[in-house]
């Protein structure tokens, strides 16, 4: 039970982390973004973004993905559980921050 707590939090903040965060991956992920609208069908309609936008904008599609590597990651390189621990008090950290400051 604990291990999957930490690895649902570790998912939380690599979901962050890759939907909103500026540091360390924001000018990589407005790169991609710019790039999938470069390469944007012209005829489809303009309200319809690229589905890498649609993806590096929603947490929530993201983090599926994420938790996938996550739990693939834990469970063949049990070295990452280091990494996995430090995410997860990464997450709470911002969490509790943003709750009670």
């Given at each position: 039970?604990?291990?999957?707590l ?13 939907t ?25 309609a303009?309200h319809?973004e690229?589905?890498?936008?649609e993806l ?10 994420v938790?996938?590597?996550v ?31």
């Open positions: 039970m604990t291990e999957d930490i690895a649902a939090l570790a998912v939380a903040r690599i979901t962050r982390l890759l909103e965060d500026r540091v360390p991956v924001g000018w990589l992920r407005d790169r991609v973004k710019r790039g999938a609208w470069s390469r944007h069908d012209a005829s489809r303009m319809e690229p589905y890498l936008v590096l904008e929603c947490p929530w599609c993201m983090s599926v993905w938790a996938l590597a739990f693939l990651l834990l469970r063949h390189l049990p070295g990452w559980r280091v990494l996995a621990r430090i995410l997860a008090a990464s997450y709470v950290t911002g969490f509790l921050h943003g709750h009670f400051d």
